[in-house]
């Protein structure tokens, strides 16, 4: 009986070391070089972002970007990403929590729409996970739909 129970805490131990050890690899930091942001604003709030990166590796890592929306402020985002080699993911944050995720390899152009929302800074912020990425592209149109923290005080 005893036996049993070694075998099965040894199994234990090796499954839980072996899964410990593929969350560390593949959360390794995102390194990004040559990041270029363009951005339209209108009314004084960032409605365009095109954003080009010449290399990427890692993730995944929260990043934010300046958009000037009230706190709480939720926003409609069209967005295309493309990469020329590897594989770049992008997902938009609303609330911290992923409301589209947009993944594109080799070439390939994705576009979806989802929601982003504005944090206590007025930023967005939107989740990069790459593997040898080439020429990632990534354009956002933005356009205020809500106010969460106005709506409530109503």
Do not use: C
């Not at 839980?16 to 930091?29: D, E």
């Amino acid at each position: 009986m005893n036996k049993m129970y070694f075998s099965i805490l040894t199994v234990t131990v090796s499954l839980m070391s072996v899964f410990t050890t593929a969350g560390w690899i593949a959360a390794a930091p995102l390194k990004e070089s040559n990041i270029h942001i363009s951005q339209s604003v209108d009314e004084g709030k960032v409605s365009a972002a095109k954003i080009t990166v010449d290399s990427s590796n890692g993730g995944p890592e929260i990043v934010r970007m300046q958009a000037d929306y009230p706190p709480d402020t939720v926003i409609q985002v069209e967005a295309s990403l493309t990469v020329k080699e590897g594989s770049y993911k992008v997902e938009l944050l609303n609330k911290g929590k992923a409301s589209l995720v947009l993944a594109a390899k080799d070439g390939k152009v994705v576009k979806g729409k989802g929601k982003m929302s504005a944090i206590a800074n007025g930023d967005v912020e939107y989740r990069v996970t790459a593997k040898n990425a080439k020429k990632a592209y990534l354009e956002l149109a933005l356009k205020a739909v809500a106010n969460t923290s106005q709506a409530e005080k109503r």
